[in-house]
């Protein structure tokens, strides 16, 4: 008797708790998108270089030549950084190999830097990176942008109606485009693995590389007042 006592204040506990939920009102509600783009000028590089050599000593020749070489066309030095070094003991040249990454900024001389690394013990040069110092800011403005586009877009569609927008019930970004990892066309040429100088001289400059663009989308959704 007492169990059955038990589970009969059990299931009338649960049910009282059952009887007092309220049920939940469903609002009216618009659901619209929004889209923000915004082109960047870039203003930052960022390059990855190999470099080779027979013996550990024309390796060390090798590397001071490069920093002079990127000293000169503007590079700082705590902008290069040491990634890895290799040793190939099969090979009967080129046995041993340093791979760095270099910055270079708007105010570095492009051009230079790809004539003056045309060399036979440079063994790779890629762009790893096009970027914008202040890309973070400016990604932010364009996503605050199509928040605002999808808020007047629920405000204008909703005034038709004779209606207003009120809070809003739901924020979700859908889209996050950037371009700034594409390599610019007339970069494609430098990631040969030995630089070929081309019959016309080609113009490195960041004036010559095409903007970084950035698109954003924003849904929201908005109860109706």
């Known amino acids: 008797m007492k169990l059955k006592h038990f589970l009969l204040i059990g299931i009338l506990t649960v049910g009282s708790f059952v009887n007092a939920q309220t ?29 080779k ?79 914008n110092t202040k890309i973070a800011d400016f990604r932010k403005a364009v996503k605050i942008n199509a928040l605002k586009a999808a808020k007047e877009k629920a405000d204008y569609l909703l005034e038709s109606m004779g209606k207003k927008t009120g809070n809003a019930i739901e924020i979700v970004e859908i889209e996050d485009y950037t371009s700034d990892m594409i390599m610019p066309a007339a970069y494609k040429r430098a990631s040969n693995i030995q630089l070929e100088m081309a019959d016309a001289p080609v113009d490195y400059s960041f004036d010559n590389i095409e903007n970084i663009k950035l698109k954003y989308s924003i849904k929201t959704k908005y109860e109706i007042l």
């Open 23 to 51: 049920p939940e009102v469903k609002k009216n509600a618009i659901e619209v998108t929004g889209v923000a783009e915004m082109e960047v000028e870039p203003d930052e590089i960022i390059f990855s270089i190999g470099i």
């Open 53 to 131: 050599a027979d013996n550990k000593n024309d390796l060390a020749d090798n590397e001071k030549k490069l920093f002079d070489i990127l000293k000169n066309a503007g590079v700082k030095n705590e902008d290069i950084k040491f990634k890895s070094m290799y040793q190939n003991i099969y090979s009967k040249t080129a046995k041993f190999s340093k791979n760095y990454q270099f910055k270079a900024g708007a105010k570095s001389n492009l051009s230079k830097i790809f004539e003056d690394l045309n060399q036979k013990w440079v063994s790779s040069l890629n762009i790893s990176e096009v970027k």
